[in-house]
């Protein structure tokens, strides 16, 4: 882990609020004022590729990084532009609710919710 991953990293986790990548790079120059949003996009690419952070996309807007890697879904507000973490209720499978092809196995799963609070 480089000082530049750690820090984009601990960024990520000190406010879970799913940010872009431009978001990410604002908050990592208070720490390392001379990264570059090249190097952002580096470090965000790695900590991906080795599962640290998962990569959001919500349409075609910006990816959007979340640090929790427990099972999990996103509900994103349509007013606001936010994306907030869903928990799957406890003693529920997903796969009872799916007509998956016979002998398929679900390795991973991306679930994004759009709407709005009322």
Do not use: W
């Not at 986790?13 to 908050?27: C, G, L, N, V, Y």
């Not at 208070?30 to 580096?42: F, G, M, Q």
């Not at 799957?88 to 994004?112: M, R």
């Amino acid at each position: 882990m480089t000082k530049q991953r750690k820090v984009v990293y601990d960024v990520l986790r000190s406010k879970r609020d799913h940010p872009t990548a431009q978001m990410i790079f604002e908050r990592t120059q208070k720490e390392l004022p001379t990264v570059s949003l090249a190097t952002i996009y580096n470090c965000l690419e790695a900590l991906v590729s080795h599962d640290v952070v998962k990569q959001v996309n919500v349409d075609r807007e910006p990816s959007r990084y979340c640090p929790n890697l427990a099972e999990h879904g996103h509900f994103h507000n349509k007013q606001t532009g936010d994306v907030i973490d869903i928990n799957f209720k406890p003693d529920v499978n997903l796969a009872e609710f799916l007509d998956l092809p016979e002998g398929a196995v679900i390795e991973d799963l991306e679930l994004n919710i759009k709407g709005f609070l009322k």
